[in-house]
């Protein structure tokens, strides 16, 4: 499956921003979905996860204000971003896997399928 990530770009702090990955394939259905990022200097992170029978999951540093969402018709997951705050600043990715558990859903190293990354800038 290959992921392209969208949606990225420059806002204000509190402002909101919708970030789309689309996928090739005709199995997107079967692929749990991940977003990960990655801020200037630091270790890629867990965002949040949406699986086949869409129950989704989060970090801690974005619960309440993130909602992840998969569209099947479309091939589609969607990272819709409120109250943004500076520290969310980063190159967000998008990724795939048919595999992942749920306990390993917070591990880049789980997902074999990854988007080119949109980078989300948040202004304070």
């Known amino acids: 499956v290959q992921l392209q990530a969208s949606g990225g770009g420059l806002v204000q702090a509190g402002g909101s921003l919708r970030l789309s990955c689309a996928a090739s394939g005709r199995t997107f259905s079967n692929y749990v979905m991940g977003w990960f990022r990655q801020a200037p200097g630091k270790e890629r992170e867990f965002v949040a996860a949406i699986n086949r029978g869409r129950s989704t999951y989060y970090a801690d540093s974005v619960k309440g204000r993130f909602t992840i969402s998969r569209d099947n018709a479309k091939n589609t997951v969607y990272l819709q971003m409120n109250s943004l705050k500076p520290e969310d600043t980063a190159v967000y990715y998008c990724?795939?896997?048919?595999?992942?558990?749920?306990?390993?859903?917070?591990?880049?190293?789980?997902?074999?399928?990854w988007g080119q990354g949109t980078l989300v800038t948040v202004s304070s």
């Open positions: 990724a795939a896997d048919p595999r992942v558990i749920v306990s390993n859903y917070y591990s880049d190293r789980r997902y074999d399928y």
